[in-house]
Nanobody, 123 residues
Framework: QVQLVESGGGLVQAGGSLRLSCATS????????MGWFRQAPGKEREFVAG???????YYADSVKDRFTISRDNAKNTVYLQMNSLKPEDTAVYYC?????????????????WGQGTQVTVSS
């Protein structure tokens, strides 16, 4: 079993930045592909970014060039640096882990989930 705990959400003005963190425990972190998803009210959960064992990264088109995913295997933590935030980025952000080398892009591709952290971007 893997436990995921997100932190770093909050309220920020449009154009601002936030960094989300996701601390993991329960399984060797380096053997997990990691991802970030988000879900806005009334919408489906959508893929934001993913990172493989080998630190290859994958992004949704809507966040490419604004968001950066990274991982620190020594700290068992994955990060999501979010810059140039827009009101449409407002959502609950979820960290997810998969027992694979390369992350998929659908929620069903992931095995473990955090509880989520709220990100609100004001205009």
């Amino acid at each position: 079993q893997v436990q995921l705990v997100e932190s770093g959400g909050g309220l920020v003005q449009a154009g601002g930045s936030l960094r989300l963190s996701c601390a993991t425990s329960g399984r060797t972190f380096s053997t997990l592909a990691m991802g970030w998803f988000r879900q806005a009210p009334g919408k489906e959960r959508e893929f934001v970014a993913g990172i493989s064992w080998g630190r290859s990264t994958y992004y949704a088109d809507s966040v490419k060039d604004r968001f950066t995913i990274s991982r620190d295997n020594a700290k068992n933590t994955v990060y999501l640096q979010m810059n140039s935030l827009k009101p449409e980025d407002t959502a609950v952000y979820y960290c997810a882990a998969a027992r694979t080398a390369v992350p998929g892009r659908g929620p069903s591709d992931f095995d473990y989930w955090g509880q989520g952290t709220q990100v609100t971007v004001s205009s």
